[in-house]
């Protein structure tokens, strides 16, 4: 049985990041890091990420502490923004990533944003029609401020 809660520990911290970076390394819209650089920028970036005021991190796990995936984002915002989303590559298909959006009050079918593409993002992009691809969402913390408040 699947449930999700949010990510406090520093194990699911550790494993948020290390999975956000490794799965995103070699996504075209990753940008021009050296892969030397790679984990220094990274790390550092993700985790400053997950520290904002707004952004909330779930895990799905099964207890005591297995965990299958996870996601980060921000429903605090005019329109929610979803920074990335993760699955272990075996249990993919499984409906974890949709319990996830669930989890964190984001409908796959309305409209968001997200912040980083994969391949399988591209893949899956008819499960997020009305999603837009916005990178500076996560960029910039005020990138709503002048596009979506009224």
């Known amino acids: 049985m699947t449930l999700y809660r949010d ?13 956000w970076a490794s799965s995103y390394k070699n996504a ?4 021009i890091l050296a892969s030397e650089d790679w984990p220094a920028i990274m790390h550092t970036t993700l985790t400053n990420i997950l ?5 909330r991190t779930l895990v799905a796990y099964e207890p005591p502490d297995f965990l299958y995936g996870w996601i980060a984002g921000d429903t605090t915002c005019p ?28 409908d796959p ?3 968001f944003l ?11 992009r008819h499960k997020i029609r009305n999603a837009k691809f916005a990178p500076a969402a996560a960029r ?10 009224p």
């Open 51 to 55: 520290a904002r005021p707004g952004t």
């Open 109 to 111: 079918g309305s409209t």
């Open 28 to 31: 075209h819209a990753a940008g």
């Open 114 to 124: 997200y912040a980083c593409s994969t391949s399988i993002v591209t893949r899956l």
């Open 79 to 106: 329109l929610p923004v979803v920074y990335y989303v993760y699955c272990k590559a075996p249990f993919r298909r499984a409906g974890i990533a949709g319990g996830l959006f669930r989890a964190l009050g984001v």
């Open 7 to 19: 990510a406090n520990s520093a194990s699911d911290r550790d494993f948020v990041v290390a999975t």
């Open 140 to 149: 910039y913390t005020n990138y709503q401020q002048e596009r979506y408040e």
